[in-house]
C-alpha cells in the first residue's frame, strides 16, 4: 500500500482506539483533523472522536483520523483549511461564514423542531435532494450535515420576558436568521463563536446572546445568566458540516470511500443530532436549578413573533432560487421530513 502522510507537529493521537482499528499508522492514511472545540466538550467527546474511531473501525485501521493539539485556523477557516489542505479534516459551523452557505440557512430558520436529531436528519435528507445544484461545498467531500437543538435567548441582567425587552440591548448573534430577529425588535447583533460568549457577558461587552442551554453550561456562563427567553420550536438553529479534503478522499480506495460514507452521512447526522438533544436537556435542568428565570412565549406572544417572523421563509426562498434551488420545495420538505420523523429510543 502507498503510504500516505499528512501528519504536522503538534497533532494528538487517537489512541486505543485507533491502535485496536487493525492497522499501523505507518500502512494507513492518516487525516489531520482541525480541532477547535476545548478537548473535553461534549461535541469533541461524544461526537467528533466516536466518529473517528468509527472511521478507524471501519476502515479497518486503513484510514485514521488525528485531532490537532491546537486549532489550525480560527472556527471560520474550517472549511477553507480543508479545501486548501492546510487540514485533510473537520467540522465547522455554516453560519460563522455569512452568506457563504444559503441553503444551510434553511434549518437555521425559527421554529423548525423541537429536537437536534429530527433536523439533522431531514438536513441531510433534503440536502442530497435539493441543495446540491448550489455547488456550496465544491472543493470538499461533503461528509454529513447536522443541527444543535433549537436555540433560544440568554441575558447576564437585562430581564427577557417578550421580544420587545430585546430593544437596545446588544446580543451575540450566530448566524443570519439572528440577526434578522434581533433587527426586527430593535437590538443590536454582535457576530462571534459561541467560545467568546463568556468572555463578552462577563466584560459587558454584549447583555446577551442567542444560545442553546448547554451551550451556557458547557462555557461556564451558569452564573453569569439570569434571565432565559425560548419559544416552541426555537427562536434559531445552528447547522454545521463535517468535511474532508477532496484530493484526499479521491485517493482512498472505493472500498474505504464507502466505509466512511457508511458512518458519516445520516449516521452522523443522526449521532449529532441525539447526542446534543440529551446534553441539552441535561443542562436544561441546571439551569433552573441555578435560580435562570425562564419565560416561554406561547399564545398571543408566540404568534405575534411568529407573525412578524414568517417573511424570513420566504426572503430564503427567492435566496437559494439564484442558485437553480427549488426554494419552496425544499422548504416543504424539510417540515414534512421533521413532522414525520420519530425519535426511537
Known amino acids: 500500500m502507498r503510504i500516505k502522510k499528512f501528519m504536522m507537529a503538534g497533532v494528538l493521537a487517537m489512541g486505543s482506539a485507533v491502535a485496536s ?3 499501523s499508522a505507518h500502512d494507513a492514511t492518516v487525516l489531520q483533523f482541525n480541532r477547535w472545540l476545548p478537548p473535553t466538550h461534549f461535541v469533541q467527546t461524544e461526537i467528533l472522536d466516536v466518529w473517528a474511531a468509527n472511521v478507524a473501525k471501519a476502515t479497518e485501521g486503513r484510514v485514521q483520523v488525528q485531532m490537532t493539539a491546537s486549532p489550525l485556523g ?3 477557516r474550517s472549511f477553507d483549511l480543508v479545501r486548501s489542505g492546510v487540514a485533510q479534516a473537520a467540522w465547522g459551523a455554516t453560519g460563522y461564514t455569512a452568506n457563504r452557505f444559503v441553503t444551510g440557512q434553511s434549518v437555521e430558520l425559527p421554529f423548525k423542531t423541537t429536537t437536534g436529531e429530527a433536523l439533522s436528519v431531514a438536513y441531510w435528507r433534503i440536502h442530497n435532494k435539493y441543495f446540491t445544484p448550489a455547488k456550496e461545498y465544491a472543493g470538499v467531500k461533503l461528509l454529513s450535515l447536522h443541527v444543535q437543538p433549537p436555540g433560544e435567548i440568554y441575558s447576564a441582567r437585562a430581564k427577557l420576558t417578550s421580544p420587545a425587552d430585546l430593544e437596545g ?3 451575540r448573534i450566530p448566524n443570519p436568521a439572528t440577526s434578522e430577529l434581533l433587527k426586527a425588535y430593535g437590538g443590536v447583533g454582535v457576530s462571534q463563536p459561541s467560545s467568546k460568549a463568556y468572555e463578552l457577558l462577563s466584560n459587558g461587552v ?15 456562563m451558569t452564573n453569569l445568566i439570569k434571565h432565559q427567553l425560548t ?7 445552528a447547522g454545521f458540516f463535517l468535511i474532508m479534503n477532496q484530493k484526499v478522499w479521491d485517493g482512498l480506495s472505493d472500498k474505504d470511500q464507502k466505509a466512511i460514507e457508511a458512518v458519516s452521512g445520516e ?4 449521532l449529532a443530532g441525539r447526542v446534543w438533544d440529551r446534553e441539552a436537556a441535561r443542562s436544561e435542568k441546571i439551569l433552573q436549578e441555578s435560580g435562570v428565570v425562564k419565560t416561554l412565549l406561547k399564545g398571543e406572544q408566540a404568534a405575534q413573533l411568529k407573525e412578524k417572523m414568517i417573511g424570513m421563509d420566504d426572503e430564503w426562498v427567492k435566496a437559494v432560487e439564484k442558485k437553480g434551488v427549488d426554494g419552496r420545495a425544499a422548504l416543504d420538505a424539510l417540515n414534512d421530513e421533521v413532522a414525520n420523523y420519530k425519535v426511537v429510543d
Not at 208 to 220: I, K, R, S, W
Not at 267 to 270: E, P, R, S, T, V
Open 231 to 237: 419559544v416552541e420550536g426555537g427562536f434559531f438553529n
Open 74 to 76: 480560527p472556527p471560520n
Open 206 to 220: 454584549i447583555d446577551g446572546t442567542f444560545l442553546t442551554p448547554d451551550a451556557v453550561v458547557q462555557f461556564n
Open 169 to 171: 440591548l446588544k446580543i
Open 267 to 270: 449516521a452522523f447526522a443522526k
Open 21 to 23: 482499528a487493525g492497522a
